[in-house]
């Protein structure tokens, strides 16, 4: 049973940052690559990162340069360092996985193999 368990999430104010963490069991991180997703109140699915197990890292360029994805494999383990949040930040994080290599040309935009139960991120200005 793939499971994932996320946390970090809150409240913040413009400017702020915030760690994203997700501890994943079920899967294996040489045949599937992680990332994340988010929700926005009134929106679609935006995929935000994704990293391979090899280190591949691909970012949305709406948050390039202030968003970092990383992964301690040992561990199962992936974050997300956010930086500089804006009011536009402001939405459910959604850690997933999927067989579609992460690279630096792109993920899956809108639909993944599997993802976890979310966790809320507010930005207040």
């Known amino acids: 049973e793939v499971e994932f368990v996320e946390s970090g999430g809150g409240l913040v104010q413009v400017g702020g940052s915030l760690r994203l963490s997700c501890k994943f069991s079920?899967?294996?991180?040489?045949?599937?690559?992680m990332g994340w997703f988010r929700q926005g109140p009134g929106t679609g699915r935006q995929m935000v990162s994704c990293?391979?197990?090899?280190?591949?890292?691909h970012y949305a360029d709406s948050v390039k340069g202030r968003f970092t994805i990383s992964s301690y494999n040992a561990e199962n383990t992936v974050y997300l360092q956010m930086n500089s949040l804006k009011p536009d930040d402001t939405a459910v994080y959604y850690c997933?996985?999927?067989?579609?290599?992460?690279?630096?040309?792109?993920?899956?935009?809108?639909?993944?193999?599997?993802w976890g139960q979310g966790t809320q991120v507010t930005v207040s200005s």
């Open positions: 079920g899967l294996s991180f040489e045949e599937y690559s």
């Open positions: 997933a996985a999927d067989r579609y290599y992460c690279s630096a040309y792109g993920w899956p935009k809108y639909d993944y193999d599997y």
């Open positions: 990293i391979s197990s090899d280190g591949n890292t």
